[in-house]
């Protein structure tokens, strides 16, 4: 299979890319580094890089920026951060992707498991993540050719505990390499719909 | 309680007004009718409403735009009609809100049960509605003074059969009398962070 990793430079992009490099033609793009960079805030750019790789199997998104910021000083434009980069972001790879799939591909976006297990500051977290699994549960009953769409639900990663470590006392967190596996059910499996847990 | 309805003319919104306004001194809100005019869009006319009618005990929310249609071709501007409007339109009120609630006191947002049964041209309401269940669950853990923040997930109303119907073939519509007791549980009663499903 050939599979685009858009955030194939990131934590759980890295993991990814090395998981799926084992069997499939991974093509890895960035915000600044891997083979393509794309802003995928802008949809236009998301269309310009898919207009150049062509046809694929899978597109696998490990990408998005969010906002943390106490609830009471939280502004309209910083809940928007969130929504214009994790969340439209991904929707955009999504919607531009139904096109360029070969028959039976599939979609993978990121959530994160703030979506139901909320943390302090973490009200856009919470928000983005859980609009992405919706995304997911509407998308997927609409795609034709049989394309599929699944997203991925990640704890903390043990690779990122040194930054994140404060927000996520108590939670268990997981390596990389783990989470990738999910990302491999996703990709070479057979499900729709669905939110891997790797947790 | 004095309890400001935002939204107070629509379908649910009527309902919610007499329900509450058995036992409370409701203050209706709509974007053309009501006591008072707002675009909740605009964070800044939900600071200039609040302003006017000064301290409250609970804070309903029973409006939002939604735009459907086909996956195929939608795009990332018919999007942003929900997450302007449903979804950053309930945010706001929620983020001026804290600043107004008397201690102990609520806020009730409004969902929908396309979250977590999708239809058809609704990738945009489960997402939007999903974002909503998502925010809610991040507030409530951050809210201040004994301030509650709850959502309700309406299915279709009877009263909008007419119009929804063919969107909701095999649902089973709630009568929005009985949506309203959703309402009533959040605004009445002593929980935080919860998804009412009217359904």
Redesign the interface.
């Known amino acids: 299979m050939k599979v685009i990793v858009i955030g194939a430079t990131g934590a759980v992009g890295k993991a990814v890319v090395e998981e799926l490099g084992q069997r499939h033609e991974v093509v890895s793009v960035g915000a600044r580094g891997g083979e393509y960079q794309v802003d995928f805030a802008d949809?236009a750019q998301v269309r310009d890089l898919f207009a150049k790789v062509g046809k694929v199997d899978a597109v696998v998104v490990t990408a998005g920026k969010l906002h943390f910021a106490?609830?009471?000083s939280?502004?309209?434009e910083q809940?928007?951060v969130g929504?214009n980069s994790k969340?439209?972001g991904q929707?955009?790879v999504a919607?531009v992707a139904?096109e360029y799939l070969n028959d039976g591909g599939s979609i993978t976006l990121t959530s994160g498991i703030?979506?139901?297990e909320?943390?302090?500051?973490?009200?856009?977290?919470?928000?983005?993540?859980?609009?992405?699994?919706?995304?997911v549960?509407?998308?997927?009953?609409?795609?034709?050719r049989g394309l599929r769409i699944n997203v991925v639900s990640p704890t903390v990663l043990q690779e990122s505990m040194g930054s994140y470590g404060p927000f996520f006392v108590g939670f268990e967190p997981v390596a990389a390499a783990r989470a990738a596996l999910s990302y491999a059910r996703s990709v070479d499996g057979a499900q729709t719909?669905k939110v891997y847990k790797a947790w």
Chains 1, 2 share one sequence.
């Open positions: 949809i106490p609830l009471a939280f502004t309209p809940f928007h929504l969340l439209m929707v955009n919607l139904q703030v979506a139901e909320p943390i302090r500051n973490g009200a856009s977290a919470s928000m983005v993540n859980s609009a992405i699994e919706g995304f549960r509407g998308a997927a009953i609409e795609l034709p719909g």
